[in-house]
């Protein structure tokens, strides 16, 4: 039930002692404000690194041949790895784990023309496994696909930028276009996560490009995904590849420098741990300095109860409960806490929109927020908080006896 006068008397109260609330209630205000700015200000951090691995897959392998820099069975250092389709082939069908896989070349191009348009794309030759590298989404038509490889077709997946600038509002599936002169089918238009620059590109079946382009069996590099693997097989999939990759080449395994293997699997793990860490930091911070502010007030109340011993002892006379006395000293704390929480917790996130509508976005700042569901932890440990505040100074009060309390001076 409202008690209206128990109200009137908590903000007389407040009103006789306008310095020290203020000074309290700024304690845990500032509090609850640098939670709430670390905890966006983290996932700000957090959201630049993603959009950092928007690109790849980020359970990938990438493969990249090198130079040799050992001697290895009469073999002097210095030698060029070269890559072949039988290296991309035994990768696929001879190593565990592996769920879908791509290699590169790329042909050498001149130009790329329709009708009386001529642009200068980035020319790409995969495998259908390509798109689950790259993130690639197919908005119109479809992906290359193993068909298209084995018959050496000549077709196309093309980015919706390249679409723009050949064919304009005029449909693109079926069409034919030319690079270095020779005609290609577009059979889809993808978009790419990566930004506009990865919807600049053409992709072409790699069998198709070495044959037309002189591209022999080489390939550029070839890539991997590893499906649920986790980081453990990750690693596991990657030593094997290296291993084979040796084998074939006639390189030791140690010669980091005859093949560059990344596996993003480890990239993006070391990401999640160095994130769980500043995330586990900044709550110790913060819940560190609400703690602190929660202490201030719990001192006031002290001092509060320690003022007004003389009127709680006439209340106990005349017949006041320990639980009367309890709640109106709780009700004094948790009204402190919260209003000063929830002025924090406002101005917080009053700082996290305008930091995200003036700061201009980077790849490792964006987008700085809080949400709801941290927004709702907060509330509950400021309720929590102005309890516990107020519960020792509020027995202490419940403590007194009358005749005693009478007596203070």
């Known amino acids: 039930m409202f008690d209206l006068d128990k109200w009137q008397e908590i903000l007389d109260t407040i009103r006789k002692n306008k310095l020290r609330t203020f000074l309290t209630g700024f304690s845990v205000a500032w509090g609850i404000f640098m939670l709430i700015v670390l905890l966006g200000s983290g996932q700000g951090l957090r959201n630049g690194i993603e959009y950092e691995f928007r690109d790849d897959a980020i359970n990938s392998i990438w493969v990249y041949p090198g ?4 001697p290895y069975k009469g073999l002097k250092p210095g030698r060029s790895i070269r890559f072949t389709n039988d290296d991309h082939d035994e990768m696929r069908d001879r190593v565990g784990g592996v769920e879908h896989t791509t290699s590169r070349f790329y042909p050498r191009v001149v130009s790329v023309t ?4 001529h642009e200068d794309f980035d020319v790409r030759a995969v495998h259908p496994g390509h798109r689950y590298v ?3 989404i197919v908005t119109e038509g479809r992906f290359l696909n193993d068909f298209d490889i084995e018959q050496h077709r000549k077709v196309s997946a093309i980015g919706v930028r390249v679409k723009q600038a050949l064919f304009g509002d005029e449909p693109a599936i079926g069409k034919n276009f030319l690079i ?5 089918k577009v059979v889809g238009v993808f978009e790419d996560t990566g930004g506009e620059g990865e919807m600049e590109k053409i992709y072409l079946p790699i069998s198709t490009a070495q044959r037309t382009y002189g591209g022999a069996n080489q390939i550029a590099q070839f890539m991997v995904t590893t499906g649920a693997a986790n980081l453990e097989q990750s690693q596991t999939i990657a030593a094997e590849i290296r291993s084979r990759l040796a084998e074939r080449h006639n390189f030791p395994e140690e010669d980091r420098r005859a093949v560059f293997v990344s596996n993003l699997n480890e990239r993006f793990q070391r990401f999640v741990g160095v994130m769980t860490g500043m995330r586990i930091f900044t709550w110790i911070i913060g819940i560190g300095t609400i703690l602190a502010g929660v202490v201030g007030v719990s001192n006031i109340m002290l001092i509060s109860v320690r003022e007004r011993t003389k009127e709680i002892g006439i209340r106990k006379a005349l017949g006041a409960t320990p639980a009367s006395i309890i709640g109106l000293i709780l009700q004094e704390s948790v009204l402190i806490t919260a209003v000063a929480g929830y002025t ?3 101005l917080g996130v009053a700082t996290l929109e305008l930091a995200r509508a003036n700061l201009p976005e980077s790849s490792f700042f ?3 927020e809080v949400d709801l569901e941290v927004a709702i932890y907060a509330t509950i440990m400021l309720v929590l908080a102005g309890t516990l505040a107020g519960f020792f100074p509020a027995r202490r009060a419940a403590g007194i006896r009358p005749i005693e309390a009478l007596r203070d001076e």
């Open 67 to 70: 130079q040799t820099s050992l």
């Open 114 to 117: 329709y009708k009386d348009k």
């Open 134 to 136: 790259e993130n690639t």
């Open 180 to 184: 270095n002169g020779i005609a290609f």
């Open 344 to 346: 924090g917790l406002v």
């Open 366 to 368: 964006r987008t700085p």
